[in-house]
């Protein structure tokens, strides 16, 4: 009749269905990480929001004392740095901002279980209150929007707000940046509408938009979209509309204020992952959120240049000293999109050197 082998085979073809049903049952099914950000955290922030969000500095004013008063204020542009660790390059950046005092403001999260030294200068008491951060986790989200809301509230004057990290470098002199951010009528009008084009030849800006990476297909998005379950982003969020870009962008005041003022977004964002390694919120969250709220407010490009040939665990290429010349930030400036990139990241720590060896004859030579 039938042979051994093939009784076992057909045997073992049945048992897959019952197995299938079982399994459930005798296995642990799998579990979220736990959450990383606490209730107190959470209402801490909401207080910060909710005073960026109604422009109330009466009642609560902030630490800082740039509150631009007068008719006409300077147009200021905000440096939010986002660190766990000391800010390697703050020589570089002291030499960047020097003369620009009534242009800018620098606001920087450190994560507070890290030993972090506050350099003087232009960095002296700029540290805002911060709570620890993790990578790969709803922590960096928190702590950028922490950064803007302060920014927000502490000077009114602040209409740009670029989030760096302590690898990143300056590409050009701060004229340069501040010029291309807010007087130039053409730096991110590569492609011009017809009313644009009228405009810039009236002498007027046409658009003040945010620079950031907005991307809708990307290796493993699926992955992404559902590492907190399949349907744990539904309705909010369906999978046609999630984004993916780098969390190292320029944000206008408007869209600031729209990251502040979020919600609804934010209760799907913060829920914890199943697995670390497909779970990058910071790099969902805000291209998701103003892709939906204002797509055509956005330029969906990042004026940070990141290279990531060569990637090792999720983290870009980094730099080291010995690459450092300047015909590299020549190349760095390269960009299809703008002008030209004005930030460039990532960067190893004994850089420095070499970096203020060609600073006033390559990168702050535009």
Not at 42 to 67: C, I, M, Q, T, V
Not at 83 to 95: G, I, M, Q, V
Not at 210 to 239: C, D, H, Q
């Amino acid at each position: 009749m039938f042979s051994t082998p093939f009784v076992l085979s057909f045997s073992l073809l049945l048992s897959l269905p019952i197995l299938f049903f079982l399994a459930p049952r005798f296995l642990p099914p799998l579990q979220p990480q736990p959450s990383l950000i606490s209730q107190s955290d959470e209402l801490e922030d909401l207080a910060l929001f909710e005073r960026a969000s109604n422009g109330n500095n009466n009642n609560n004013p902030s630490k800082f004392s740039h509150l631009s008063t007068g008719s006409n204020p300077k147009l200021k542009i905000a440096f939010l740095f986002l660190t766990n660790s000391d800010l390697y390059f703050a020589p570089l950046w002291e030499n960047f901002f020097k003369g620009n005092s009534n242009l800018y403001n620098i606001y920087v999260h450190a994560d507070p279980t890290v030993n972090v030294t506050r350099p003087p200068g232009v960095f002296h008491d700029r540290f805002i209150a911060a709570k620890r951060t993790y990578r790969a986790s709803a922590t960096l989200i928190s702590a950028t929007r922490r950064l803007l809301a302060t920014a927000v509230i502490d000077d009114p004057a602040n209409v740009f707000f670029v989030v760096l990290s302590q690898y990143c470098i300056p590409l050009h002199s701060f004229k340069f940046v501040y010029n291309s951010l807010i007087i130039s009528r053409t730096f991110d009008l590569r492609t011009k509408s017809s009313s644009d084009a009228e405009l810039t030849r009236l002498g007027v800006r046409a658009k003040y938009k945010s620079f950031i990476e907005i991307l809708s297909k990307s290796r493993n998005l699926w992955k992404r979209y559902t590492a907190r379950g399949r349907f744990s982003m539904m309705p909010e969020v369906p999978f046609e509309q999630f984004r993916v870009g780098s969390q190292f962008f320029v944000l206008t005041r408007r869209h600031a204020l729209m990251v502040v003022k979020d919600r609804t977004l934010w209760r799907k964002f913060r829920s914890p992952c199943y697995k670390e390694s497909e779970c990058y919120p910071e790099e969902h969250y805000f291209p998701t959120l103003l892709s939906m709220s204002d797509p055509n407010g956005c330029t969906h490009y990042s004026l940070t240049r990141v290279n990531w040939t060569g990637t090792a665990n999720g983290h870009p290429y980094t730099y080291g000293p010995g690459e450092v010349s300047p015909e590299l930030i020549y190349r760095l400036r390269e960009s299809n999109y703008s002008e030209s990139y004005l930030f460039a990241r990532k960067f190893s720590r004994d850089c420095l050197r070499p970096l203020m060896s060609i600073a006033y004859k390559a990168i702050f030579r535009d």
